[in-house]
């Protein structure tokens, strides 16, 4: 693991409370590409983080099994959903059995992998028939608060110039397999602190240091003040799926 991708781990706590979930529709999707009911499913969630899609799953009637490379993360899951079983491993060298997996799933967390290890470990531990899904929570740039929002954090971490492409997750997808892909819209409506330690919670700014970015959120919450006056932010995500079937 990269030491970004290790960054994590220094702010479990704060990811589990603040970082949003996803929408069922995400899940019938899943089914519906996988071409079978998530219910008593063999799963895997590989870079299961502190849970968050291991839950739905979990709850969905799948028979999951969240795998999470970061101990703190770990720990964070295992607090919150102790009735699930956990492993520590990534997926770039899965600690699961070959032909052993309904859906392997990736919820915000494909990126990490190395698509050189993780695709060969994706079809080994899948059966014939076998479905492997990912997803992103990505935000829906065509409100302008967030566009604006999002070329403040591409002045500050040195980004790209261009607006961001919808359409960029899915061409990064590993060409050797089959992916079908869809795009959900969806909304969660919370407290201006909670939008703002969740921008907190994410890589670039666990790399860049608790003062510069505590220098950019106090601007941030002065700004977002006059656009939300009653402290509540309506974040509008469009999930990216991309599902093959082995």
């Known amino acids: 693991m990269t030491p970004q991708a ?4 220094e702010a479990a706590a704060d990811y589990a409370e603040n970082r949003p979930s996803y929408p069922p529709t995400v899940l019938d999707a899943v089914e519906e590409l996988a071409g079978r009911p998530l219910r008593g499913a063999r799963v895997a969630d590989v870079g299961a983080g502190t849970g968050l899609a291991t839950a739905l799953l979990h709850a969905r009637g799948a028979r999951v099994l969240a795998v999470e490379p970061g101990p703190a993360m770990a720990s964070q899951l295992r607090l ?4 699930i079983p956990l492993v520590l491993g990534d997926g770039n060298n ?7 997996l309904d859906v392997l799933t990736y919820a915000q967390s494909w990126h990490w992998t190395d698509p050189r290890s993780s695709v060969p470990e994706a079809l080994r531990v899948l059966r014939p028939g076998g479905a ?6 990505d935000s829906d740039h065509t409100l302008p608060w967030i ?7 591409r002045r500050l971490f040195s980004g790209p110039d261009d607006a961001p492409d919808p359409a960029a997750r899915f061409r990064g ?5 089959d992916f079908t892909t869809r795009r959900m819209s969806w909304t969660r409506t919370v407290p201006l602190t909670t939008h703002l330690a969740n921008l907190a919670s994410y890589s670039d700014f666990l790399m860049l240091g608790k003062e510069a970015t505590d220098t950019f959120l106090d601007a941030e ?3 977002l003040n006059k ?3 009653d402290g509540t932010v309506e974040e509008r995500y469009v999930v990216g799926l991309a599902v093959a079937r082995r």
């Open 221 to 223: 919450r002065n700004l």
């Open 132 to 137: 492997l899904a990912l997803w992103w929570n």
């Open 227 to 229: 656009v939300f006056p």
């Open 6 to 9: 290790r960054s994590f781990d």
């Open 80 to 83: 919150r959903h102790p009735e």
């Open 147 to 153: 566009a604006e929002q999002d070329a403040r954090l």
């Open 94 to 100: 899965l600690p699961l059995a070959s032909g052993s």
């Open 173 to 177: 997808l590993p060409p050797e397999l």
